[in-house]
């Protein structure tokens, strides 16, 4: 045995062991084996009942594999997302988990040397470096595992709740003292009591360990992985609605596995919770707890219940907090563990709009503004053909490269109006031709998002058939949640002409804009070009064009929304803080002399909440188009004036 003194301790580079132990001992250990694995399967059985009997996920399809693979190599096994959106509770997190793996081996030989076939002799140079390894491991988990202890514990970060997991505390303990016993087999010398003592309390550890997981957020250990491996390959993907009886998630029975799946899988950690714009202005809605109400739900009622979901006896799944949600996405963005938030949502939007129960009279008006008028702000078309009159944009013929789609925004909102028109002038300085369709309706975003399937269903085809009829080949839009709703959503009723947003366009052929010594711009990422289309640098480079870009505290995948998703545009005045004034006070706190935007309803909402805060001097509101044409506005001035002097 090779050994290094360190003062009067002696740590040995082999693991102290038991030699061997009699046959009662065996049994003992055997029975004590068989005795966890009981009591695990046992509190296992019903949760693995109810996920399996939920209802099967019709669309699912394990294609494509490698992009699965690769996502469970990069957010299981590297933990990446963990460590990347809470970099130090998730760095102790990935400790944790490395530990693990890293003591498989461990804990293998650890049960074998119980019945004498231990096969880690510590006497080669992969056991002398293993034993060594695993002990860096095992003093990185217990310094982790501490650490987290703390946190929950006692600085209790309000994200992870009120209430104090004692199965948390538990579970810290024995972790840590999993690594204690290892860590101190090192210490010890051979053939001592001490050395059967450490054994046999490290192997009592594990077989109380294993029991304890299901029923408990623990039970994230078991299932996360395969979580992520199987959650729906695309962000925000809803299913398809399978026949004329499913209306979405009305009941029990129509929670499917996947979802079933996802709701045990939740490890309680509130990441979703402190990045939700509804939780954290003071509404009812919280993701957690949504996922933890369907949890619960199936705990009590079971997947064939027909007991509704909505106001059905579990306080946190409440028709109210159900149409607080923006569907910025957020929650799922951020979820570790794969749950996605945003099915579960709009499936309990879909079930009470497609039966009737949810009775609102700004969402009655918005579905009246759809069906009749075709438009979200209940406009008649005749405005549309004056705003296009006035801009003497030419009509999509199918000789022109792009069609421009003007969107609901585009065609009725006065600033609206002004971003596509400013666009059409960067399009015309750029030499590119494009058209309007003669008639627009829209593409059914603020429908989908509230759950409305029938009517965003006749949005759809009807918008397919216009491309169709006008032989449209490519669209390039300023609305990110047109640009969405087409290339994604549309695909349950065809595949749209290929679009793109305008901040794509530009970004394209951002060398041949005017460079501007302009001001600093604070950039607002949307949620619907950013999380939803991950658009993150084009933009940028447009408004790079126009002056010095910064960035508020939350930009880029973490931006926090303005409250018009999810068709809360359109639901009248808010409860608790309005999200639009939270956002838009981040972006003055920038000091920044313009905002820049890349949504017209971003830009809706920070043009009612600019004036309603007030301020001396507020900083301007411009979309990244109107950056654009201001930069070529200001090149034909400097031409002019040329021409002047000349």
């Known amino acids: ?33 068989v ?27 394990l294609r494509p594999v490698g992009a699965r693979v690769w996502k469970f190599f990069w957010e299981v ?8 959106q809470r970099p130090l509770p998730g760095l102790a997190h990935a400790f944790v988990f490395w530990g693990f793996l890293a003591f498989a081996l461990v804990t293998l030989n650890h049960i074998a040397v119980g019945f004498g076939f231990g096969f880690l002799q510590y006497v080669g140079w992969f056991e002398t470096f293993y034993v060594m390894f695993a002990a860096v491991w095992a003093l990185l988990v217990a310094v982790s595992i501490a650490g987290l202890f703390v946190r929950r514990f006692m600085v209790r970060p309000k994200w992870l709740g009120a209430k104090v997991s004692v199965e948390s505390g538990v579970i810290a303990g024995l972790i840590f003292l999993l690594m204690a016993t290892y860590l101190a087999a090192l210490f010890v010398d051979e053939g001592g009591a001490a050395v059967l003592g450490l054994w046999w309390v490290h192997t009592l550890v594990l077989l109380v360990f294993l029991p304890i997981i299901p029923g408990t957020k623990h039970l994230h250990l078991v299932l996360s992985p395969l979580t992520v491996f199987l959650k729906r390959p695309e962000f925000s993907q809803l299913p398809k609605l399978e026949g004329d009886e499913d209306f979405g998630l009305v009941a029990g029975k129509d929670l499917t596995q996947l979802i079933a799946l996802q709701a045990y899988s939740c490890v309680e950690c509130g990441r979703c919770t402190e990045h939700c714009p509804a939780s954290t202005t003071g509404k009812v809605l919280n993701p957690k707890e949504i996922v933890l109400g369907v949890r619960s739900y199936l705990n009590e009622n079971g997947p064939g219940s027909e007991v509704a979901l909505l106001d059905g006896g579990q306080p946190a799944l409440s028709m109210e907090a159900a149409f607080e949600c923006t569907t910025c996405g957020a929650c799922e963005f951020q979820c570790p563990v794969g749950v ?51 801009q003497e944009f030419p009509i999509f013929d199918g000789s022109q490269e792009y069609c421009l789609w003007l969107g609901c925004m585009g065609s009725y909102d006065p600033k609206g109006r002004e971003i596509v028109s400013d666009f059409a002038r960067v399009m015309r300085a750029l030499g590119t031709q494009f058209g309007v369709l003669k008639k627009e309706k829209c593409t059914g975003d ?47 009723y065809g595949v749209a002409p290929e679009i793109e947003h305008h901040s794509e366009f530009m970004a394209r052929h951002a060398h041949l804009l005017p460079k501007q010594n302009g001001e600093s711009i604070v950039y607002h990422d949307p949620c619907y070009l950013g999380r939803y289309q991950d658009v993150y640098d084009e933009p940028r480079a447009v ?82 188009a109107q950056l654009a044409a201001r930069g070529l506005a200001l090149q034909a001035n400097d031409v002019d004036a040329t021409i002047d002097r000349n």
């Not at 096994?77 to 990347?84: E, H, N, P, R, Y």
Request: aromatic share 8%; net charge neutral.
């Open 1 to 33: 045995m090779v050994a290094v003194a360190f003062d009067e301790l002696k740590v040995s580079m082999s693991l102290a062991e038991p030699a061997a132990f009699p046959a009662a001992e065996k049994v003992l250990l055997a029975a004590a084996i």
């Open 35 to 61: 005795a966890s694995l009981g009591v695990f399967a046992w509190r296992l059985r019903p949760i693995a009942w109810n996920v399996w009997e939920s209802k099967k996920d019709t669309d699912f399809s």
């Open 77 to 84: 096994l590297c933990q990446a997302k963990v460590i990347k």
């Open 340 to 390: 996605q938030h945003l099915p579960v949502l709009i499936g309990l939007r879909r079930g009470a709009v497609n039966t009737g129960a949810w009775d609102d009279k700004y969402g009655t008006k918005l579905f009246l503004a759809l069906e009749k008028q075709g438009n979200s702000l209940g406009m008649s078309s005749a405005e549309r053909d004056k705003f296009i009159a006035k």
């Open 446 to 492: 603020p429908a989908r998002r509230l759950g409305n399937d029938l009517l965003f269903g006749d949005l759809a085809e009807q918008g397919l058939k216009a491309f169709a009829a006008a032989g449209v080949k490519k669209i390039v839009t300023i609305c990110p949640h047109c640009v969405r709703t087409m290339a994604t959503d549309w695909l349950e």
């Open 543 to 624: 408004v790079a064009t126009a002056g010095t870009l910064v960035e508020a505290e939350r930009h880029r995948e973490r931006s926090f929304c303005c409250g018009a998703g999810g068709g809360l545009a359109f639901l009248g005045e808010e409860s608790g803080e309005r999200v639009s004034h939270v956002r838009a006070k981040e972006l003055i706190a920038t000091g920044s002399q313009t905002i820049g935007t890349a949504c017209p309803f971003c830009n809706s909402m920070f043009r009612d909440a600019l004036g309603a805060l007030g301020g001396e001097a507020p900083p301007q509101l411009l979309d990244i």
